[in-house]
């Protein structure tokens, strides 16, 4: 279960079921592109601060952080952070080692952690096995190249067409 724990994780690291968290504004004074919809999810500064890499923020400025880009930014995830590999979420001994919710930001962190996190990877858990232990599952064109539409959330651009086959029962 510990790799199976990874290997979610792991997509989630790379393909978060929110990309994108919509909030476009630096200050208030300069609003690039902002709707009802899109404040659902600031970050307002309280206080003036600097964040970890130099950063200054103000009072009153509003902070938006992108997951999909974060999932893939090579000084958080190394060398190797565009490659799907669950092994890094394992430690020498294979165990499911936690990252921290700031740098793994699948269901936020702090206060606003996602409270159904430990559901949800339940259930992916659950459904993973009974499907894979089920089913074969294969492109329907392996030679097509799988798209992305970036909305609230990921989509596959005209949807992943699979064929499934049911596995031999003995």
């Known amino acids: 279960m510990h790799y199976l724990h990874a290997t979610i994780s792991e997509t989630l690291r790379l393909y978060p079921s929110v990309p994108v968290l919509p909030c476009y504004v630096l200050r208030f004074s300069l609003v690039l592109a902002v709707s009802p919809l899109q404040l659902q999810d600031a970050k307002i500064c309280l206080s003036d601060d600097t964040l970890p890499d130099g950063f200054s923020v103000r009072k009153g400025d509003m ?29 020498e001994d294979g165990m499911f ?12 962190a702090g206060p606003r952690i996602c409270l ?3 559901f949800a990877y339940r259930q992916m858990k659950i459904f993973s096995a009974v499907l894979v232990r089920c089913f074969v599952f294969k492109l ?7 798209t992305y539409r970036t909305m609230i959330n990921l989509h596959v651009d005209g949807g992943l067409h699979v064929r499934t086959f049911q596995r031999c029962q003995t």
């Open 63 to 91: 902070v938006s952080y992108q997951p999909y880009a974060m999932g893939r930014m090579k000084f958080i995830w190394v060398d190797d952070a565009e490659e799907f590999r669950p092994e890094r979420w394992l430690d």
């Open 140 to 146: 329907s064109d392996e030679n097509r190249t799988v």
């Open 97 to 108: 080692r936690r990252e921290s919710p700031f740098k793994f930001t699948a269901f936020q």
């Open 116 to 118: 159904g996190k430990e």
